[in-house]
């Protein structure tokens, strides 16, 4: 009987010992870090596929080398800024080397942009695109995509690989992207739903984000609708869910497991909590 009585007594002993692990719950801190980092993430997007929009003009069927006499004669009439040098199926664009304007859907462009049409043809377009040091005054982008249009579908998906760096305070990201973008109800003159992944590099490590029909205007530093899914490096995965407030404010909630956190976004990215 005695027996029975220690060994009764040591069982919650066993039990404490050993007590199961649990995932911290999400900060107000980590929350805002993971907005910080995804908005310059689709801000570096943004940037880019807003000159990726430009390339899209000239007819389809002819010869590559026509495609770019044509994006050419289409560039030079909307940004009289660009300076651009013409070879077989390619162009280098310096935006913002000649006086005049420079803005383009909302983006303010300066920097290098190199074009080539690789194939034009009614099945199947695709255009590569090479940037360094492109630039809206608020971000600057290094590096390339290919991209393959669906005329089909109205699609086209973007494969990229690219460093940013935030002018105002010099920090910097390194990703690369798998994405399939098409026009927004209201045309692409407003702004593009985007669905794939993007997976990046930070100062605070490593980011793997999938997105869910998300909605970006060329004006806006974050998505005015749909979600993303995002593994951080702090090993935790959050959900970010983005809504239209007005005109000049998104709200995006942020959250983990029974936790959120919720923070207004203005169009000039300035962040504030809900």
């Known amino acids: 009987m005695k ?109 290098t942009h190199t074009i080539t049409v690789q194939r034009n043809e009614e099945a199947e377009v695709v255009v590569n695109h090479e940037w360094d040091e492109l630039s809206n005054q608020r971000l600057s982008v290094t590096g390339e995509a290919t991209v393959t249009w669906s005329l089909a579908d109205q699609t086209r998906h973007v494969v990229h690989e690219l460093t940013w760096t935030r002018l105002s305070d010099g920090r910097t990201g390194t990703g690369a992207g798998d994405r399939t973008q098409r026009a927004l109800s209201g045309g692409i003159l407003e702004g593009i739903q985007v669905d794939g992944t993007r997976t990046w590099d930070g100062q605070a490590g490593h980011w793997d984000l999938a997105i869910d029909g998300v909605q970006m205007r060329w004006v806006d530093p974050v998505p005015q609708a749909g979600s993303y899914t995002l593994a951080t490096p702090f090993d935790k995965s959050l959900g970010l869910a983005f809504e239209r407030q007005d005109a000049d404010t998104i709200e995006v909630t942020v959250t983990s497991g029974a936790r959120h956190f919720s923070f207004l976004v203005s169009q000039a990215g300035d962040v504030n909590e809900a």
């Open 3 to 111: 027996a029975r009585a220690l060994l009764i007594a040591a069982l919650p002993l066993a039990l404490t010992g050993c007590p199961k692990e649990r995932e911290e719950p999400l900060t107000q801190a980590e929350a805002q870090q993971a907005l910080e980092e995804s908005s310059i993430s689709a801000e570096a997007e943004v940037l880019t596929s807003g000159t990726i929009e430009i390339s899209t003009n000239f007819t389809i069927g002819q010869a590559v080398e026509a495609a770019a006499e044509e994006l050419q004669a289409f560039i030079e009439s909307q940004l009289p800024c660009a300076e651009i040098t013409l070879s077989p199926g390619s162009l280098v664009v310096e935006y913002g080397a000649l006086p005049g304007e420079c803005t383009y859907h909302g983006q303010t462009y300066s920097g």
